[in-house]
């Protein structure tokens, strides 16, 4: 049950109708580095930029799907505080955060304690994305600042949200990074 928006100009049954809907087709555009697709689309355009857009639209739901399923393969790695998957390249960067908020909860990825996804930006760079419920914010912990301070530590940068976090870190520094998070959300939820 929620509250929906209804773009009336667009026709029923469509991604287009649903605001919700058609955000998930300009996400979906702008994540695989087109979205002058996605401004096509809001610009009016119907015809190939609305089929291309559909094409990324369905490109990024089967991407999610597969990243989910190889975590749920692969596992994740449990540390004293956090759980953590190094997906390399082989999830997009783009997209990591979001599998790894679809991971929390799943089969063998608990739900009490933060997750945090490493994948491949560069050779020399990675982006880590955090992701943790609402209950563990409750309890006092603040992903925005576990990104930020664990990323400076290792030379890299961090921010975010309390429940949704990321950073670029040195990628020669992933092993001293999930440490250093791993104390930080210590504390955090410790005391």
Excluded at 28 to 33: F, G, K, P, Q, S
Excluded at 98 to 115: F, H, K, Q, T, W
Aim: proline share 1%.
């Amino acid at each position: 049950m929620g509250t929906t928006y209804a773009l009336v100009a667009e026709s029923v049954g469509t991604e287009l109708r649903d605001a919700s809907e058609f955000s998930t087709l300009l996400n979906a555009t702008a994540r695989y580095d087109r979205a002058d697709v996605g401004l096509a689309v809001c610009l009016g355009d119907r015809g190939a930029a609305l089929d291309r857009a559909r094409t990324l639209l369905g490109n990024h739901r089967r991407n999610l799907s597969e990243g989910l399923q190889w975590v749920k393969t692969e596992g994740v790695t449990t540390e004293t505080h956090v759980q953590w998957f190094d997906a390399g390249t082989r999830i997009r960067e783009t997209i990591v955060g979001i599998v790894a908020g679809m991971a929390l909860g799943a089969e063998n990825v608990a739900r009490d304690r933060p997750i945090i996804a490493f994948a491949e930006k560069s050779d020399e760079a990675t982006k880590v994305s955090a992701r943790a419920s609402h209950a563990l914010v409750g309890r006092g912990l603040d992903l925005s600042a576990v990104m930020q301070r664990a990323s400076t530590a290792v030379g890299g940068d961090g921010g975010g949200h309390d429940i949704a976090a990321g950073a670029t870190i040195p990628t020669a520094e992933k092993s001293a990074f999930i440490d250093r998070v791993d104390d930080i959300v210590g504390t955090q939820l410790d005391g």
